[in-house]
């Protein structure tokens, strides 16, 4: 999504001269097309994330739309209280991107792994919170938030050439995208393991099991009316994130069938508990907990089989 989305911005970039990229010292092979274009307004702040987000909000201030850019773990975690008290507190027009979601800088460990950033931007409410599902909703949530009042964050994969089936990029802020009819089960996902949901979909299908896929793009404003009517519909509901199981989408769901009173039962895929330390590749890793296209199928079959008979 990296790449797809600097291009994009470079896009935006040569009709709005307010935009202006800084990096924490991140991003080489990527970024380099918007440096290359627009050299002075291209600002390397060095290791200093914190003191970058400082130079956003007096930017913004000024009058700029100024996109930070560093790994996800870093850009959220590591400048929390610099966003809650800068662009947040003045509604100023900062954009953090935060690169490598859940665990995609696999071997470089729990350091690098964001599995909190979405839970921990999304209890303020006066951020946007954005987690394209692939390359191409990457460039249409570009397009639909770049220029909006307050901040925003967007949440990249490392993944430029996944696409996730049928979804064709479209995205829609305040509102789900949904893939396919199915009426047995209800999977809502958030982010690139989309494509791995797609995937455990077609698995199903294979046996009998048909799915709706709701992909939810953005938090602040939350699908929450979308996702209560079709929620209405499904007894059964499975969310699929690679973050922890709370604080993120499943947590959204959840409070969704409490407000509104909801039958639906929930099952929640994602991060469970703190890491043990292993690390390998991304493959290995969306394996460990549960969140492969094999494993995803699987926990649906089991808790479909459990909802059939719950003796």
């Known amino acids: ?5 600097i291009q994009t911005l470079v896009s935006l970039a040569a009709e709005d001269p307010r935009i202006v990229l800084l990096t924490g010292d991140l991003g080489y092979t990527v970024i380099e097309p918007f440096v290359e274009k627009f050299p002075d307004r291209f600002f390397n702040v060095g290791v200093a994330e914190q003191n970058m987000t400082g130079i956003a909000t007096g930017l913004a201030e000024a009058g700029f739309i100024p996109f930070i850019y560093s790994i996800a773990t ?5 400048n929390y209280e610099f966003i809650r008290n800068g662009p947040i507190l003045h509604r100023l027009p900062v954009r953090i991107v935060g690169v490598g979601e859940g665990f995609e800088y696999a071997r470089a460990g729990f350091t690098h792994h964001a599995f909190e950033d979405l839970g921990v931007l999304r209890v303020q409410p006066g951020i ?3 987690s394209p599902a692939d390359f191409r909703q990457a460039q249409s949530s570009l397009n639909a938030a770049w220029n909006l009042p307050g901040p925003v964050y967007f949440r990249l994969g490392k993944d430029d050439r996944t696409e996730v089936p049928d979804l064709n990029g479209r995205f829609a802020l305040g509102r789900t995208q949904l893939i396919g009819s199915g009426s047995d089960l209800l999977l809502v996902t958030m982010g690139s393991v989309t494509a791995n949901v797609a995937k455990a979909a077609r698995l199903l299908s294979a046996k009998g099991v048909e799915a709706t896929i709701a992909v939810v793009s953005n938090f602040n404003p939350s699908p ?5 009517a079709l929620l209405a519909s499904f007894p059964l509901v499975l969310t699929a994130e690679i973050h922890y199981t709370v604080g993120g989408l499943g947590s959204l769901v959840s409070e969704i069938i409490a407000e509104k009173g909801l039958a639906s039962r929930l099952v929640r895929c994602g991060i469970k508990g703190m890491p043990d330390g292993l690390s390998g590749s991304l493959a290995y ?10 494993a995803l199928a699987e926990t649906a079959l089991k808790e479909l089989e459990y909802a059939a008979d719950p003796k």
């Open 128 to 130: 946007t919170i954005i």
């Open 224 to 228: 929450a009316e979308d996702l209560a």
């Open 285 to 294: 890793l969306y394996e460990k907990h549960g969140l492969s296209d094999k």
């Open 74 to 78: 870093f850009a959220s975690l590591r």
């Open 1 to 5: 999504m990296r790449k797809a989305f």
